[in-house]
């Protein structure tokens, strides 16, 4: 028992899969994306949005994926996925080959990832509470990306490539080796699905 | 590469007997509280589910299945004269504003076929779209509603459904509320015993057999317009196309 506890505790610190835990998230994220993008340029082709309510619609039949939120920056979401998920797939890999990126790069994508995440987070949000629509794909990309940022921030700080002080440094270190981040983040995705257990339980279930 | 993967064993290793020097305590003490709150969340997502899933009819004398009277031997409800040689059968979601579209361009034109005893219309109302009104049920509600005055109302069935239409919510709200439907039926002339009868929830069972029926059946979105059982796939969108469809369907007699 202890025996099979230290290998998974070995195994869980381990780049194997830290960074296979997150190549597989991303490439989730990238699916997800994807989906969500061709359906918006479905949309965008049809401009009089004659589409009829389309039963297997990713979204909803036109209304809701022309909402604002969904083209916060003028262009659909999903494409932003398009753009940044390869790019943490490329870094997935390296890593996995053995690459070990300068301090300042694993910096960097933890920045520019969170605030990726608070985007997903924002959009989990409006879908919830504004949008109103069950939407698995995006679920799927709420998921993922929380994935990714998990894994990226604990290989970052088990790495100390943060730029932190150095007791911070220390403290958080020593979280990860208690598991700490695991039980967070176990906790954090089954707060989510409490969420949508409660908004959305009569359809899934009903 | 091989030195890197040594260093990082290395350090692994380092990070193992860390572990083991303060397993007793804290590694206890996590697991404990966390496993707490784990194991609360995964309660509370159960017990949500479990009610979610037994609350599905709750009003509606246990979930048992009514067929409101009055259908076609199709299970449609029947609008127009039985006589007409033309059936025009419409699958719809009162949510869902292509159907509005659909309504508003040829909802006249449908007026006068039926009066002229060309055509008759059948109704199929779905409910495939009440995931896009924040957990209100509108598409059941509205198809609910229908049913009912189908059952107890049956020719104001096309004045009722002009209604809804009239005053068709925007998809991702919560849809019209049950007094604003209870409201629209009574403009709409159906007389207050059925309209209070709405709140009863009777047809719900019998608006989700309708659903799963259709997409057995392979309907692929709403609205589905079909001209004596044959799927029409012309411009619904505009007055027209599918009035000719019609004609040409009383003419050849098929």
């Given amino acids: 028992m202890t025996g099979l506890l230290s290998t998974m505790q070995r195994v869980r610190h381990a780049n194997a899969w830290i960074f296979g835990t997150m190549l597989f998230s991303s490439v989730l994220s990238l699916i997800a994306s994807f989906v969500l993008a061709v359906d918006a340029v479905k949309l965008a082709a049809d401009p009089a949005a004659e589409l009829s309510c389309d039963i297997n619609a990713v979204i909803s039949c036109g209304t809701v994926a022309a909402a604002w939120q969904s083209q916060l920056l003028g262009f659909p979401n999903a494409f932003l996925g398009l753009i940044a998920e390869p790019v943490v797939i490329t870094l997935a890999v390296a890593c996995l080959g053995g690459v070990r990126f300068p301090r300042w790069f694993m910096f960097a994508a933890q920045v520019v990832y969170t605030i990726g995440l608070g985007f997903a987070y924002w959009l989990f949000y409006q879908s919830m509470f504004h949008i109103g629509a069950l939407c698995p794909w995006c679920l799927l990309v709420t998921l993922s ?13 088990r790495d100390g490539n943060l730029f932190l002080p150095a007791r911070l440094q220390e403290t958080l270190a020593g979280a990860l080796r208690a598991n700490l981040d695991l039980i967070v983040v176990v906790i954090w995705l089954l707060t989510l699905t409490l969420a949508v257990v409660v908004k959305y339980g009569d359809l899934l279930f009903g | 590469m091989g030195k890197q993967q040594r260093a990082t064993s290395r350090e692994t290793r380092k990070a193992q007997a860390a572990i083991a020097a303060q397993r ?19 309660a509370a997502i159960g017990l949500v589910a479990f009610n979610a899933a037994n609350n599905d009819e ?12 009055n259908l076609t031997a199709a299970g449609t409800i029947p609008v127009g004269a039985p006589a007409a040689p ?60 229908m049913a009912t005055v189908a059952d107890r109302a049956p020719e104001k069935v096309w004045a009722f459904n002009h209604a809804l239409y009239d005053n068709q919510p925007e998809e991702g709200t919560r849809g019209l509320s049950d007094q ?4 629209l039926a009574t403009q709409a002339g159906v007389g207050r015993d059925v309209v209070d009868a709405f709140g009863e929830r009777l047809f719900e069972p019998w608006v989700a057999k309708v659903t799963e029926a259709a997409f057995d059946s392979g309907v692929k979105g709403t609205p589905r317009v079909s001209i004596n059982g044959t799927v029409f796939a012309g411009d619904v969108y505009r007055a027209g196309p599918l009035t000719q469809a019609v004609a040409a369907a009383a003419k050849s007699g098929t």
């Fill in chain 1, 145 to 157: 990306t929380t994935l990714v940022f998990a894994t990226l921030t604990h290989v970052n700080i």
């Fill in chain 2, 58 to 69: 709750p009003t509606a004398g246990g979930g048992k299945l009514v067929t409101p009277a």
């Fill in chain 2, 86 to 145: 033309v059936t025009v059968e419409i699958v719809l979601d009162y949510m869902c504003p292509a159907c509005g579209r659909f309504e508003q361009a040829n909802g006249g034109e449908l007026d006068r076929l039926i009066q002229a005893g060309t055509a008759k219309v059948e109704l199929r109302p779905i409910s495939f779209l009440d995931r896009t009104s924040q957990g209100a049920r509108y598409s059941t509600r509205a198809a609910n509603a």
């Fill in chain 2, 180 to 183: 604003r439907i209870a409201e």
């Fill in chain 2, 24 to 42: 007793g305590r804290r590694i206890n003490w996590v697991l404990t509280v966390g496993g707490m709150i784990i194991a609360g969340l995964v």
